[in-house]
Nanobody
Framework: QVQLVESGGGLVQAGGSLRLSCAASGRTFSNYNMGWFRQAPGKEREFVARHRWTDGSTLYADSVKGRFTISRDNAKNTVYLQMNSLKPEDTAVYYC?????????WGQGTQVTVSS
C-alpha cells in the first residue's frame, strides 16, 4: 500500500523558513516525478514545485521561484521543500504528490501558516 506522509509544517513569521518533508512508502519512487502543491482557504489547489526523475530538473511556480527549493533523496524515498522568505500569502495546506506521467499518489497535507 502506497503512503505519503508530509511533515514540517507549522506557524512561522513572515520572512522565516520552513522545510517540508514527504516520506513515501509502499514502493520505490526513483522513477517517478515528485511534486508539491498547496491549497489556501477558499482557493483551488495549485502547483508549487516539481522534481522530474528523468533528468533531475526542477520547475517552480512563479510565486515561489527564488524562495523555495525542491529536492529529493531516492535512497530515503523522500522529497523535500525548503521554503525561505515566507510570506503571508504562502499560507496553505501543502501536499506532496508522486507519479509518472501524472501524479497518482497524494499525501494528506501539512498546514503552513505565515503570520505578518
Amino acid at each position: 500500500q502506497v503512503q505519503l506522509v508530509e511533515s514540517g509544517g507549522g506557524l512561522v513569521q513572515a520572512g522565516g523558513s520552513l522545510r517540508l518533508s514527504c516520506a513515501a512508502s509502499g514502493r520505490t519512487f526513483s522513477n517517478y516525478n515528485m511534486g508539491w502543491f498547496r491549497q489556501a482557504p477558499g482557493k483551488e489547489r495549485e502547483f508549487v514545485a516539481r522534481h522530474r526523475w528523468t533528468d533531475g530538473s526542477t520547475l517552480y511556480a512563479d510565486s515561489v521561484k527564488g524562495r523555495f527549493t525542491i529536492s529529493r533523496d531516492n535512497a530515503k524515498n523522500t522529497v523535500y521543500l525548503q521554503m525561505n522568505s515566507l510570506k503571508p500569502e504562502d499560507t496553505a495546506v501543502y501536499y506532496c504528490a508522486v507519479g509518472f506521467p501524472s501524479y497518482d499518489y497524494w499525501g494528506q497535507g501539512t498546514q503552513v501558516t505565515v503570520s505578518s
